[in-house]
């Protein structure tokens, strides 16, 4: 299974000089197995460059969102697959409690936001999460709810090599009392990343920015260690970087949170073009 990361930006899309290092456009990833079976997880603005990467043999290429919140789906419509008859194009994603997945998106992908009606592309499907575990090629795919406002799913995806889990909006720590974690059946997220081999994790506050953001649905790069080190994840890859972090607090943020924390897993920085191998 390789990894890739194209947009690891959150909340809106943060390009300049100041962020080159780690990256401006939003939450995109690819997963790929060797059978050339195609997963792309959330369609921020990264996925433009994705879509322009997608093979002359690709037949299927499958997107699973986490949610509809703006900066995970902005790019979807510039996602060239969506437009070649020859590639179907499966969307995965949650409902509401009142609206179709489908209808959800179409408010987007339709005028006066996009000038091309999601109806109107030629071999497009959605289909719900979360559901029980379900089979794209040789991955198998588990969804779950997670603490983030409105529906939001993470996933867990896995081979016969290896695991690998995506959280990008997610705020596990809701809920501490006195900075002490809740068991594991009340730990949002823990059944999704549970020994994981690459956990790709929310990261956007430093400690005292999450103090002002409680139940924003985000984690502090704090708890976001925190989090690997309870579900004993192999690697952890900080993610959904603040629009307002340039690289240089970025870096420093990484760095200390490093040092003072002391992880047991293997942590990589969360930046553009970052490629994770597992089982290989």
């Not at 299974?1 to 990256?23: E, K, Q």
């Not at 559901?131 to 603490?147: K, N, Y």
């Not at 997220?189 to 994981?196: I, P, R, V």
């Amino acid at each position: 299974m390789r990894v890739t990361l194209f947009g690891t930006r959150g909340s809106v899309a943060s390009p300049g000089p100041d962020t080159a290092h780690y990256g401006g456009n939003t939450s995109t990833v690819e997963v790929r197995e060797s059978d050339g079976t195609v997963l792309v997880l959330d369609a921020g603005t990264g996925i433009r460059r994705l879509g322009a990467q997608v093979g002359p043999d690709t037949r299927r290429v499958d997107i699973l969102l986490t949610h509809l919140h703006m900066d995970h789906i902005q790019g979807l419509g510039f996602f060239g697959p969506l437009y070649n008859p020859a590639i179907e194009v499966n969307i995965w994603g949650p409902a509401s409690s009142t609206l179709s997945l489908a209808t959800r998106l179409s408010r987007y992908l339709s005028p006066p936001l996009f000038p091309v009606h999601l109806r109107d592309l030629p071999r497009v499907n959605c289909y719900h999460v979360p559901r029980p575990a379900f089979d794209i090629g040789p991955f198998r795919i588990h969804s779950g709810l997670v603490c983030h406002p409105g529906p939001t799913v993470g996933y867990r995806i896995e081979t016969a090599n290896g695991t690998a889990a995506y959280l990008p909006d997610h705020e596990p720590a809701l809920g501490l009392r006195d900075g002490r974690w809740l068991d594991e059946e009340w730990t949002s997220g823990y059944d999704l990343a549970e020994g994981a081999d690459l956990l790709i994790h929310d990261a956007q506050y430093t400690d005292e920015e999450y103090e002002r953001c409680v139940g924003w649905g985000h984690s502090s790069y704090r708890h976001a260690f925190e989090f690997a080190a309870k579900v004993v994840a192999r690697e952890l890859v900080p993610f959904h970087h603040d629009p307002s972090h340039d690289d240089h607090t970025l870096g420093r943020l990484l760095e200390d949170t490093t040092r003072q924390f002391r992880p047991r897993c293997k942590v990589t920085a969360g930046k553009e073009g970052a490629v994770f191998e597992i089982g290989r």
